[in-house]
Structures are given as structure tokens and as C-alpha cells.
């Protein structure tokens, strides 16, 4: 695992993207993992400007979604559907074809995790994977306690979790649970990037990356992933130790 810290926000987004940029430059066919959330709404914005200004191809990507709320239609903004739609597929050109998302509405949800979990065998594992983290250290909808042996299923949100997935919507909007990828899944994609910023982020960055591994921090197995790299700003690295 590699940690870089970076000044502020505006550094730290314009290096993850970079580093998108420079996986998909090595691997035009590559399989691509993208969480939502606040964190990596800078790093999206600004792989869609280098990708234009480099004239990056993605046409030949394949981009799978970390996680959704279930019950949450794909057409409401807040969805992780609409979110990576309008911040990342369609800014940079990635067609239906080349994106497999969970169907939050399915009524199905083994079978929806199925086709998750074949389709990640079928297109050769996950190249890259960029994740943040909940301030209780989850990891996609992987909260403290998961099992870490999992692979594609749904889970209870916890209260943190829920209150602050309301902020993603315009209005007060019914969720309670998610389907996400399994830690499993997380820790076999090729590289894992974890993003994390600000100082709410500061205490559970010290447990996930200076505690021991635990699953009541999934976010501390990146310490074990040999792709692993964790881009801070300054202020979510600020209690670190080293
Ligand atoms: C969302 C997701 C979540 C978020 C996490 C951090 O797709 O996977 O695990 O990454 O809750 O959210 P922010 O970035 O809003 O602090």
C-alpha cells in the first residue's frame, strides 16, 4: 500500500485523475470500479477535463458502479446510477454498453448479485477501483462488522451511513439498505485507490491505516492490498502519526 498526501482537495483530485488517466493510457480495455459520493466529485470533474484535453480514449473501457441504494430509482438525482451517469460516463463518452450497474429497483436481489458477480469473472476482474470511506469506515456498502469473504450482496445501512446518504438528495428519500460489492471483490480488483478528504475524515483515516486490520474497519484492509494507494488531502491525513 502507498499513501500520498496532497495539500488540498483541488491536488489530491487532479492526482487521482491523473492516475485514472495513466491506467487507462497502459490499458485502453480497462475494467473500471467508481464509488459516488462527495470525495471524488472533483477527481471526476477533472478526469473529464484531462481526458479531453489528452484526447484519453475510453471507448474500449468497461466501468461497473461499487454500489447503489436500493429502492432509489436510477432517474433521481442522488442515485449512484444518476450520479456516475452525469459525473463520469457521460462526460467522458462511455456508452450503455460498456457499464454494468446494480438495479436498485430489482425485486430479484440474489439474482441481481449474480449478475454482478458473473460479469466481473466474465470481463477478467477489476483493473482499478476507486473507493471513499465512511466515517465509519466502510468501504462501498461494507460496514463495520461485514464479511469480508463476500462478494456482491445487500446490506443494512447503518445510522451514520443513512444520515449522511440523505445529503446526496434534494429531498427526504426512503433508504435503508444498499447493494454493493463484497470486500472480496474490493480486494481483488488490481488497484485499489482510496480517497479520503477533510477533517471529518481524519479519525477513522488513523484507524484504517495505523490500527490493526479489522472488519469493524474495512477500510484498514487496504493496508494489506498490494495495489493499494490511499490519496489524502492534508486534513484527513492530519492524525497520522507518520
Ligand atoms: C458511495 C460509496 C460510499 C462513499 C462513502 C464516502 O458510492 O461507496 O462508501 O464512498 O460513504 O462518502 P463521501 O465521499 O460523500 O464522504
Known amino acids: 500500500m502507498e499513501i500520498k498526501i496532497f495539500d488540498d482537495y483541488e491536488r489530491m483530485s487532479s492526482a487521482a485523475a491523473d492516475l485514472i488517466i495513466d491506467i487507462v493510457k497502459r490499458n485502453p480495455v480497462a475494467v473500471l470500479c467508481f464509488a459516488t459520493g462527495n470525495t471524488p466529485v472533483l477527481t471526476y470533474k477533472l478526469l473529464a477535463e484531462k481526458a479531453k484535453e489528452e484526447k484519453i480514449d475510453f471507448s474500449k473501457c468497461f466501468c461497473i458502479g461499487l454500489d447503489e441504494w436500493l429502492g432509489v430509482s436510477p432517474d433521481k438525482s442522488g442515485s449512484c446510477h444518476y450520479t456516475l451517469y452525469h459525473q463520469v460516463f457521460r462526460p467522458l463518452g462511455i456508452k450503455d454498453s460498456q457499464i454494468h450497474l446494480f438495479n436498485a429497483m430489482t425485486k430479484d436481489i440474489e439474482s441481481e448479485c449474480k449478475k454482478m458477480n458473473e460479469l466481473i469473472e466474465k470481463v477478467g476482474g477489476i483493473d482499478f477501483l476507486l473507493a471513499g470511506v465512511g466515517v465509519n469506515g466502510h468501504i462501498g456498502f461494507n460496514e463495520p462488522g461485514a ?96
Open 147 to 242: 464479511d469480508v469473504s463476500l462478494l456482491a450482496h445487500d446490506q443494512e445501512l447503518h445510522d451514520t451511513t443513512l444520515s449522511s446518504g440523505q445529503n446526496y438528495f434534494s429531498e427526504p428519500t426512503p433508504i435503508k439498505k444498499g447493494i454493493t460489492l463484497g470486500m472480496a471483490q474490493v480486494m481483488k480488483a488490481r488497484k485499489f485507490l482510496l480517497l479520503a478528504n477533510g477533517i471529518k475524515k481524519a479519525p477513522i483515516m488513523k484507524q484504517a491505516l495505523e490500527a490493526n486490520i479489522t472488519n469493524n474497519v474495512p477500510a484498514s484492509f487496504i493496508q494489506q492490498h498490494a495495489g493499494g494507494i490511499v490519496i489524502l488531502n492534508k486534513e484527513a491525513a492530519s492524525a497520522l502519526s507518520k
